[in-house]
């Protein structure tokens, strides 16, 4: 199994242009979500789905799009890249039974 | 809303010594499942030891345990004959159960010196 993978691993935007960084896992896991992280904050929930077709907004909501249209893929869409969301991004998926979360390598992103 | 806090920025530790991280955590439910999370250098996050509320008995693998205190809200790391490897970010995470939302405290910063 590969886990969770996430792509790109680092990514420089201008500000106000729009990407999708892209997550899968392959444990067929219901359960995804998406954190950044930033320095002192630890991670805090972006969005977060529950199954395919379900979707939720996190506490940090602003600025990102998600969807879900099959089990294994969960997209973040950044709509007009702002220098406030240079963060790094992990996409995390939560075993059924154990509620132990699988985390992808992480994106460092960087607007400017 | 769920609250987990890590008041320890930073700690730093001799090899093959022991070190205690400390977190506590705010909530009115009664099952949930608390995490320690590593993140090394490599950015990786890795999971370290899992404890259920419900559970009394303390988490234990290998050379990491855990102190949960229910009553208190408290659920700190021990981590004994500390190795360089063991050097990276620790995270405390707090899960409510039924896929609802994970809280992560701010981090503790583990030096582990030579």
């Known amino acids: 199994n590969a886990g969770v993978t996430q792509t790109p691993k680092f990514q420089v935007l201008k500000t106000g242009q729009s990407m999708t960084l892209q997550c899968a896992q392959d444990?067929?896991?219901?359960?995804m979500s998406w954190y950044r992280q930033d320095p002192g904050m630890g991670l805090r929930l972006i969005h977060y789905s529950v199954g395919a077709g379900i979707t939720d907004q996190g506490e940090v909501p602003n600025g990102y799009n998600v969807s879900r249209s099959t089990t294994e893929d969960f997209p973040l869409r950044l709509l007009s890249a702002a220098p406030s969301q240079t963060s790094v991004y992990f996409c995390a998926s939560i075993a059924d039974n154990s509620y132990e979360q699988y985390f992808g390598p992480g994106t460092r992103l960087t607007v400017t | 809303a769920q609250t987990v806090t890590q008041s320890q920025p930073e700690m730093s530790v001799q090899e093959a010594e022991t070190v205690t991280l400390s977190c506590t955590y705010d909530?009115?439910?009664?099952?949930?499942?608390l995490f320690w999370y590593k993140q090394p250098p490599s950015r990786q996050m890795i999971l370290v030891i899992r404890q259920e509320a419900y559970k009394q008995q303390n988490a234990t693998e290998n050379r990491f345990s855990v102190n949960f205190q229910k009553a208190a809200k408290s659920f700190s790391l021990k981590i004994s004959d500390s190795q360089l490897g063991d050097t990276a970010m620790y995270f405390c995470?707090?899960?409510?159960?039924?896929?609802?939302?994970?809280?992560f405290g701010t981090g503790t910063k583990l030096q582990v010196i030579p």
């Open positions: 909530t009115s439910e009664n099952n949930y499942y």
């Open positions: 444990m067929n896991h219901e359960y």
């Open positions: 995470a707090f899960e409510s159960g039924g896929y609802q939302k994970v809280t």
